[in-house]
């Protein structure tokens, strides 16, 4: 697995599909692989940009690249617990490939396809995830950066429960099972993750 590859169930646009993929390159330097993703009874229309837990310190360098810079060296600390800082930063910083991925998924969700930023899990076929929504800029790499700071630990807490049997893969089709809270933490499975 590369450090984000991309999951589709099946590709109805794929121009729209390859342009996010070309701005995930531009901001990544990698192109991402295209994976099979297990459908589910419920709507498949559905692309995940996925992360390789252990790629996050790079993610997290991609993300900050242009917008907490801008912060200076004295907030970068508590950048990803204050919502209204890190909206400030991305307004003055936000780099021209971040804008790109922006426009891409926006291009999707315009075709009614949902897009997820998902967190792989190694040993389930599904992988837990957050909808993107880009009509909020600032909040979507918000949750970006705070979903990719915490990927270890979100990874940590899944495999935890699948082997306590308290969740079992696909884990009932629930993409939506992360959710960033307004201090940045992120709550999974009722644990909450603050960093």
Partial sequence: MATIDLGR?????????????????????????????????????????ILDFD???RVMRWLVEGIVIKLGEKATAAVWKNKAIYYQAVKAGASAPLLRLIKAIESLERREQAVYLAVK????????????????????????????????????VVLAAVAA????????????????LGNGDV?????VISK
């Fill in 121 to 156: 899990v190694p040993g389930t076929p599904r992988n837990v995830a957050l909808r993107l929504k880009t009509d909020e800029p600032a909040k979507f790499l918000w949750q970006l950066a705070n979903i990719a700071r915490c990927a270890p630990e979100i990874r940590e």
């Fill in 9 to 49: 169930v099946w590709e109805p646009f794929p121009a729209e599909l390859e342009e996010l993929r070309a701005a995930l390159a531009e901001l990544t330097g990698e192109r991402p692989e295209k994976l099979t993703l297990q459908g589910v009874a419920g709507p498949n229309d559905i692309v995940e940009i």
């Fill in 165 to 180: 049997n308290e969740i079992s893969p696909p884990m009932n089709g629930n993409y939506e099972i992360i959710e960033v």
């Fill in 55 to 57: 790629a996050w310190p």
């Fill in 187 to 191: 709550l999974i499975l009722g644990t």
